[in-house]
């Protein structure tokens, strides 16, 4: 069975910073691309970093130069590193898994697997 768990939300400040992480079981998780999306209340579900199985890395133009995806295959997870955090920034983070090339990374549609999401509030 598949399971995808977010953790390390919260509350801080702006100008913070939170890492944020995904366990992961049931899924080959080095042979899968891995990405994290946002979507605040009202809002369409926005694409926030994606890592291919080479490392590569993707970032939606929000974030870019302030969150970092990386992920370790040995512990089967991935993290989001956010940083200079902004009250925009408030949203459910979730985890995400697509195996192969069916689409391009930034779509939500593409991906297989999901997690229940954390919540990541920047409130001064």
């Known amino acids: 069975q598949v399971h995808l768990s977010e953790s390390g939300g919260g509350l801080v400040q702006p100008g913070g910073s939170l890492r944020l992480s995904c366990a992961t079981s049931g899924l080959p998780f080095s042979t899968y691309v891995w990405g994290w999306f946002r979507q605040a209340p009202g809002k369409r579900r926005e694409f926030v970093a994606a890592?291919?199985?080479?490392?590569?890395?993707y970032y939606g133009g929000a974030v870019k130069g302030r969150f970092t995806i990386s992920r370790d295959n040995a512990k089967s997870t991935v993290y989001l590193q956010m940083n200079n955090l902004k009250v925009e920034d408030t949203a459910g983070y979730y985890c995400a898994a697509v195996g192969g090339q069916k689409g391009p990374l930034t779509d939500a549609l593409v991906y297989d697997f999901w997690g229940q999401g954390t919540q990541v509030t920047v409130s001064s």
């Open positions: 890592i291919r199985r080479t490392d590569g890395t």
